[in-house]
């Protein structure tokens, strides 16, 4: 059992990825919307969406779920493209669950130094007592040339508890969760990055669950 805080259970994520039996699900940086998908599929009382900034991978996964049902189309999932910085005004207030998953590029450099646009554009989609997932993984050899080009500090449990979690407490969430989930944690995430990942044995995982105050 790796995630570390206070009031820890035994399977922090299934526990708090529960916590609202329905709600509208907001997945940001969704990729190819493997997870908003899967999770339709398994929690019809709730409603997905996947956000990304790049149009290209939304469009397969787009397509699949505007088909009939008996096709592998679901009527409780969506997709846009936008981006972090700039989430759509439709969502304010709307998210009971907002998940970032494996991200990259500005996304990542957003959520891992605690941007401060970013934080107020999560918080105004949250609504009351909405829960924050992050889960950033990090390879500090593979990943060398990214990090160094997002100018990332090392993700330390000093940096994240000294720095990076007070930020989001700044913005309006409470911690509920932090810390290093292990490889049989991740691996069982329903996302491709997750999937494609999962050879790297010094990847880093580290989970952070807030909620909206
Ligand atoms: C490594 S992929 C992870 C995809 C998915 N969450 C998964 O776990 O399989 C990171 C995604 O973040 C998206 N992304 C990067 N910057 C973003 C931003 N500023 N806002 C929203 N999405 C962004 C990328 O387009 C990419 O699809």
Redesign the pocket.
């Known amino acids: 059992m790796a995630v570390q805080s206070d009031n820890s259970t035994e399977k922090p994520l299934e526990n708090l990825s529960n916590h609202t039996g329905e709600g509208v699900v907001v ?9 908003v998908y899967r999770s339709a599929q398994s929690n019809p009382r709730k409603f997905y969406i996947g ?4 149009a ?2 939304l469009e397969k996964i787009s397509m699949k779920a505007t088909r009939k049902p008996s096709k592998g189309g679901l009527p409780n999932v969506l997709f846009a493209q ?4 700039d989430l759509p005004a439709e969502l304010n207030a709307a998210a009971d669950e907002i ?12 959520v891992a130094l605690g941007d401060e646009n ?1 934080l107020r554009s999560l918080r105004r989609i949250a609504a009351p007592e909405c829960l924050l997932e992050i ?1 950033i993984g990090i390879d500090e050899e593979r990943d060398r040339t990214e990090i160094e080009r997002l100018d990332l500090p090392k993700l330390s449990e000093e940096y994240l508890q000294k720095t990076l979690i007070p930020k989001y407490e700044a913005a309006g969430f409470e911690t509920l969760k932090s810390g290093v989930l292990s490889s049989v944690e991740w691996s069982r ?1 329903e ?6 990942l999962q050879s790297g044995a010094n990847r880093k995982v580290i989970y952070l669950a807030f909620q909206a105050g």
């Open positions: 997945d940001i940086g969704t990729g190819d919307g493997r997870f956000i990304d900034a790049n290209k991978p936008a981006a972090i910085e998940h970032i998953h494996f991200p990259w590029g500005s996304l990542l450099r957003a970013a889960i995430l996302t491709s990055w997750a999937r494609k």
